[in-house]
């Protein structure tokens, strides 16, 4: 993710860090792991999440990524007995399928490199002076009238679920 403002990272650890549903039925929090590059033991961590299936966010990568992510970002996963597997830099991890990874860089407008971009969605959070029109507006919107932003919620949500009704019904 292109993040120059931090948004992005500010909406996954959000996003990760709330109570999400776990595939039994219960409750569960997933802790998201925050990792730099420029850590010692970033690659120990990586380790420990894969197989755990706990959510990770490598924040402030370069144009550059580091060869030991090829088979995670190709999901270069082998099927064993036990389950998948991920060849890791020189370890063998059990993959879960849980797992979820996520890259953020500062660099306003980043060039990577083809082989990069066939491998990962990238996604551009940087802001636009309409969009930042927008937020300052629902800001000041909060702050005087809290009523009226509750009911301009209300309003777009219901807006959102009449769509989806009428693709339904279509």
């Avoid at 990568?61 to 060849?87: F, H, K, M, Y």
């Avoid at 990238?122 to 636009?128: D, H, R």
């Avoid at 800001?139 to 209300?154: C, F, H």
Wanted: glycine share 8%.
């Amino acid at each position: 993710m292109i993040d120059p403002q931090g948004q992005a990272s500010k909406w996954i650890k959000n996003m990760d860090t709330e109570d999400s549903v776990a595939s039994k039925g219960r409750e569960r929090k997933r802790d998201l792991v925050v990792v730099k590059p420029s850590e010692r033991s970033w690659a120990i961590r990586f380790q420990h999440c894969i197989p755990l299936g706990l959510p990770l966010l490598l924040e402030g990568v370069g144009e550059e990524l580091d060869p030991i992510l090829e088979p995670l970002l190709e999901r270069q996963t082998v099927r064993r007995a036990a389950g998948l597997s991920l060849e890791f830099g020189d370890t063998i991890l059990d993959y879960s399928n849980e797992f979820s990874f996520y890259m953020t860089t500062k660099l306003a407008s980043p060039h990577y490199l083809p082989e990069v971009s066939g491998k990962v969605a990238l996604i551009n959070f940087g802001i636009t002076l309409e969009g930042l029109k927008e937020q300052l507006m629902e800001l000041v919107v909060q702050g005087e009238n809290a009523a009226l932003d509750e009911a301009r919620q209300g309003l777009i949500i219901a807006t959102y679920e009449n769509k989806r009704a009428q693709r339904e019904i279509e």
